[in-house]
């Protein structure tokens, strides 16, 4: 686009360079440069700059700011190289000057360095989306996992103030798996599970194991049958380079003994009155072979009053010094032989850890469990497993116009009228379960809200902005929901979460399939439904949503 306040000039800067087969807009500025600007997308400008019009320098700045991210080359054509005037023009958006009176070859010189320069800019602005994109799909996975572990995996753990935890995830989301839940004799049973991969790709994997270890731990379930059923699990669900190291120890009501199974994991420490005693890994991580080798079964050993047992995940031994000493070959050793009987060694592994890790990056997760196996660890009293209620119910709820504004739990509904009595354990999954469709319902059904806008950099922010807005403004619909619990033999039970709307429905179909390509970073949601739920159902043109899940 060429701007001058002179016919003459404008006509010829636009014949050089229509002869030099330039498409060439003419404005002689002011407002009508910036709506011809608006209007063209011009890929660069030429400014015939006269130091007694002032609005050259706005325009010039107007235009900058019309470009927003875009890289519009600013040529200014100045009567003089004057040091002020460049410096204001340069400061205005000036991007490159050229002298008059103009000669041809000079100026396309200029314009094809110029052209360079742009198409360097938008070949790094479209690197830079890219980063962006992928930045913002990764913090999104790990938020996502971090909720999950938060509300569906560490609020069913028990005991956990009488148990010596450090945790220090190397991202937002440790990759790392504790979970604690009694026995129906009143012993406890621990599992330390170590991951392969970070983020939400380590948390589709969170789920099925800990449902499967406090389901069968409060039914009284031998430890072989729950590392088989875990097992089964991850060998069906996970990818053949995805598994899960894990050590798995269990103090029965009894405190007499000690059942310990090793996975992969490096070796757990036995404090004793009579010296040390290592619980070496004997077996494979789960998830890898089909079935569980028959010779790979939990082992037992005795203990007696004040003992302690220590677990960690490899990232403790593998954290190097700024040397590359790795902890495992520095001080680890040493704080073993001096760990007395019935004294805690957490305190001083942390302290050694920290001095050895100074002014150091963490390469990996990194957890340690120590777990004192007195009988103050116990349950206070026996219970049965057959925990859940045996009794169904049903509920409904529906949500209008502004009260929309307003997302409901199961906690805040369902509380004070018992009917979560016993499904204590359960409520994370299904708080989760209800949050999403709700989300679904609102954002896509009732606010006719696209998914597609948080496919650029700006776009998730852009996305919540129209949402506030929208319930912000004289919102009109409904989302109805409905929730009921049928109890199952064998102590389970299933509870039906069905949600419908007053929106046109969206493609539930199109949802699962951009939520598996691991390119989009929006339709995570559904996906994620669909590990937690025996089945999940879009009615019609899915504005009637059914959900299923069972325990």
């Not at 000039?9 to 009508?32: P, T």
């Not at 109805?480 to 979460?497: F, K, L, N």
Request: hydrophobic letters at 40%.
């Amino acid at each position: 686009m060429i701007v001058s306040p002179d016919a003459g000039v404008r006509d010829l800067l636009g014949r050089i360079l229509q002869e030099e087969d330039f498409r060439v807009l003419l404005s002689a500025g002011g407002e009508a440069a910036l709506i011809l600007f608006d209007r063209q997308r011009p890929d660069m400008v030429l400014i015939d700059l006269d130091p007694a019009r002032p609005d050259a320098f706005v325009l010039m700045d107007r235009i900058k700011q019309l470009t927003d991210r875009r890289f519009v080359p600013i040529l200014v054509l100045v009567g003089s190289l004057d040091d002020a005037l460049v410096q204001r023009a340069s400061d205005a958006g000036g991007d490159d000057f050229v002298c008059k009176p103009v000669r041809p070859g000079l100026l396309k010189a200029r314009l094809v360095a110029m052209e360079r320069v742009r198409d360097l800019h938008r070949t790094q602005a479209e690197k830079q989306h890219a980063i962006g994109v992928h930045l913002e799909r990764d913090r999104e996975e790990h938020e996502l996992a971090e909720h999950l572990m938060s509300h569906a995996v560490r609020k069913r753990n028990v005991a956990m103030d009488r148990l010596g935890l450090i945790q220090r995830p190397a991202e937002i989301f440790n990759g790392d798996l504790v979970l604690s839940q009694y026995l129906p004799d009143g012993g406890l049973r621990v599992l330390l599970g170590d991951f392969t991969g970070h983020g939400l790709a380590a948390a589709v994997g969170v789920l099925p194991v800990a449902d499967a270890f406090h389901a069968m731990t409060r039914k009284g379930m031998s430890d072989l049958h729950l590392l088989a059923e875990i097992n089964r699990k991850l060998y069906q669900l996970l990818p053949a380079d995805r598994f899960m190291a894990a050590c798995l120890i269990s103090l029965p009501g009894s405190g007499d003994e000690l059942r310990w199974w090793n996975g992969g994991m490096p070796s757990a420490w036995l404090r004793t009155a009579g010296g040390l005693t290592e619980l070496t890994a004997h077996a494979l991580p789960l998830g890898i072979l089909s079935e569980l080798p028959a010779q790979e079964v939990p082992r037992r050993v005795h203990l007696c009053g004040g003992d302690r047992v220590l677990l960690m995940s490899d990232g403790l031994l593998e954290a190097s010094d700024r040397q590359g000493v790795m902890f495992i070959n520095g001080a680890f050793e040493g704080l073993l032989r001096s760990w007395r009987d019935e004294e805690p060694i957490l305190p001083a592994l942390v302290a050694a850890l920290d001095a050895h890790c100074r002014d150091t990056e963490q390469a990996d997760d990194i957890s340690v469990l120590e777990i004192p196996l007195d009988p103050g660890l116990l349950a206070s009293e026996t219970w049965h497993a057959d925990g859940s209620p045996r009794t169904g119910w049903s509920w409904s709820l529906e949500l209008r116009d502004a009260r929309l504004c307003h997302q409901p739990t199961l906690e805040s509904a369902l509380r004070p009228l018992g009917f979560l009595d016993g499904l204590e354990r359960q409520l994370g999954a299904l708080e989760t379960i209800l949050a999403e469709l709700f989300t679904n319902a609102l954002e896509h059904g009732v606010l006719r809200l696209d998914s597609s806008m948080k496919g650029t950099p700006d776009g998730f922010d852009a996305y919540y902005r129209e949402r506030s807005m929208l319930l912000a403004s004289e919102l009109e619909g409904w989302v109805s929901i409905h929730a009921s619990y049928t109890p199952t033999d064998g102590g389970g039970g299933e509870v039906r979460i069905r949600i419908q709307d007053s929106g046109d429905g969206f493609d539930g179909g199109e949802i699962v399939e951009l939520g598996a390509d691991p390119g989009c970073t929006w339709g995570r949601g559904i996906p994620l439904l669909k590990q937690l739920c025996h089945s999940l159902v879009f009615h019609g043109n899915a504005s009637d949503a059914e959900a299923v899940y069972r325990f």
